[in-house]
């Protein structure tokens, strides 16, 4: 039996699990990332995080077949390097020869959301894939393509960065500089802007009941449970969601024709009622409409276990490569 360990390093939680070769989790265990020290504590608690996984299954540290790290950032898989993660505050990190040398194993690194679409393509809906794309759905939208079991990731290491693709020129200013970029609209933080929006519009409507009269506590879930309980502006904002969330999804059909496109993310919690009719709009407006065969939407399944497998998996991508 091969055991692998995967790491996902996020700006709040670091999360390393132990994963067998059918890709599941063993064990698991987390600490908070405490973003704004050094690098070295960060990597120190990985490193103790990865061995209390093995010891908590009883695997002797000899048995681990390699260690794979999600990182939010661009990874330089050639050199081992973080050359930049922002919410970590890292800039040009050796991270991959600090850890094989505490580790004394084979180490990978990948991008976070790189990861978490490899999870589920080695153990999730992306499964026997030729072409397989993910969308998380999060405060902003990460994404990844694999291409014939190996991640796309352009040139640089930074390919794939899918929330930065402008839906609506001149539109609401993003983080990266841009305007109008996909996760302004369709991630998390989009969902609430354009409900904050149609509620300034509508003071009539369920959504301040549900939001306790102030726009602070609008979240994404509010807008979804106003349009359940039958209220038309909510149905609005849900439906300008749904636009805007099938317009980058078409952009990334088009360019990549996969066999599936997974959505995942906390907002893919709402299901059939979210995809369903994201399905209707991008197959009238996908490319390929008139082909017999066209992508197939559907929701991740692994959930936040995806990066920790991904990162597990990653082994299998580096022999590929």
């Known amino acids: 039996m091969n055991y692998n360990i995967g790491i996902d390093l996020g700006g709040t939680n670091i ?10 989790i063993l064990a698991k265990s987390a600490l908070p990332t405490r973003a704004t020290r050094p690098s070295a504590e960060v990597i120190e608690d990985i490193v103790s995080l990865a061995r209390s996984v093995a010891d908590e299954s009883g695997i002797s540290p000899r048995d681990v077949n390699s260690v794979g790290v999600g990182v939010p950032g661009i990874t330089n898989k050639s050199t081992g390097i ?29 991008n976070d959301a790189n990861a978490a679409a490899f999870g589920e393509y080695a153990a999730g809906v992306g499964k026997n894939c030729d ?21 796309f990731e352009g040139f640089n290491f930074a390919g794939t960065e899918v929330g930065h693709m402008v839906i609506e020129k001149g539109g609401r200013p993003c ?7 996909f996760e302004r609209y369709a991630s998390a933080t989009g969902l609430i802007l354009t409900t904050k929006e149609y509620m300034r519009n509508d003071p009539s409507s ?18 979804f449970d106003a349009m359940k309980r039958g209220d038309p502006t909510a149905k609005a904002v849900i439906d300008t969601y749904i636009e805007d969330l099938a317009c980058g999804a078409t952009n990334l059909i088009n360019i990549f024709q996969p066999s599936v496109l997974a959505v995942g993310g ?7 009622s979210l995809l369903a009719p994201m399905r ?11 082909s017999p065969r066209n992508a197939k939407i559907v929701a991740a399944e692994l959930g936040n276990d995806a990066g ?4 597990a998996n990653l082994f299998m991508e580096a022999r590929r490569a």
Request: with cysteine.
């Open 280 to 290: 209707n709009i991008v197959e009238k407006e996908a490319h390929s409409r008139n």
């Open 82 to 110: 973080i050359e930049y993660a922002c919410n970590l505050n890292w800039t040009d990190v050796p991270l991959r020869s600090a850890l094989r040398e505490a580790l004394d194993c084979p180490v990978f690194l990948e």
């Open 175 to 181: 983080t990266c500089g841009r305007h109008g970029c």
């Open 15 to 24: 999360v390393a699990g132990l994963v067998d070769e059918s890709g599941r």
């Open 308 to 311: 920790i497998i991904g990162a």
């Open 206 to 223: 369920l959504l301040w009941e549900l939001a306790k009269g102030d726009l602070k506590n609008v979240d994404g879930r509010i807008p």
């Open 266 to 272: 906390g907002i893919a919690g709402q299901g059939e």
């Open 131 to 151: 072409i397989f794309v993910m969308i998380t759905l999060g405060t902003g939208i990460g994404g990844g393509v694999i291409l014939n079991g190996t991640i």
